[in-house]
């Protein structure tokens, strides 16, 4: 059993999906929190997370390690506008940009999963602590989003 499966990766995506997909437009443009992002907007952050991590992920396990830069969140969040966007295109959105990220996962070589990854000035991880990080990651904002949290 590969990592993907160990994971469940692909069941994560599509239960999320699907308890996503009740959300009215008009609830999406909520705050998780006072002062805090909007649902869209961490819906958006997970987005830029996978985008972010689908470049680390294939780096390491084409060239057996990887060094990049972080992001600056926020930044990232406005500059999308995801406030803005309609709530079904960004769960679209997000739900095919993790179907391609799964689909990478599937198929690193079980020899690359403990490729050294640095993330900006952070300390070396390995590229199977950054896979399950990251399904951590978006587990977490999947329960905010949800109001579960």
């Known amino acids: 059993m590969n990592l993907y499966?160990?994971?469940r990766f692909g069941d994560r995506i599509d239960s999320g999906y699907r308890a996503l997909r009740d959300i009215?437009?008009?609830?999406?443009?909520?705050?998780?929190?006072?002062?805090?992002?909007?649902?869209?907007?961490?819906?958006g952050h997970?987005?830029?997370?996978?985008?972010?991590?689908?470049?680390?992920?294939?780096?390491?396990?084409?060239?057996?390690?990887?060094?990049?830069?972080?992001?600056?969140?926020g930044d990232w969040v406005d500059i999308h506008g995801y406030r803005s966007m309609p709530w079904a295109d960004l769960l679209e959105h997000w739900r095919l940009q993790n179907l391609l990220l799964g689909a990478v996962v599937q198929r690193v070589p079980e020899g690359r999963l403990?490729?050294?990854?640095?993330?900006?000035?952070?300390?070396?991880?390995?590229?199977?602590?950054?896979?399950?990080?990251?399904?951590?990651?978006?587990?977490?904002?999947?329960?905010?989003?949800?109001?579960?949290?």
């Open 24 to 43: 009215p437009e008009n609830h999406s443009l909520t705050a998780f929190r006072d002062g805090g992002w909007t649902r869209k907007e961490i819906l």
């Open 114 to 149: 403990e490729a050294a990854c640095r993330v900006g000035g952070n300390a070396p991880v390995t590229l199977r602590f950054l896979i399950e990080d990251y399904l951590v990651h978006l587990e977490y904002h999947l329960q905010q989003i949800l109001g579960t949290t």
């Open 46 to 73: 997970l987005i830029d997370s996978a985008l972010n991590n689908h470049q680390r992920f294939v780096r390491a396990a084409l060239d057996g390690s990887y060094e990049g830069p972080t992001y600056v969140q």
């Open 5 to 7: 499966e160990q994971l």
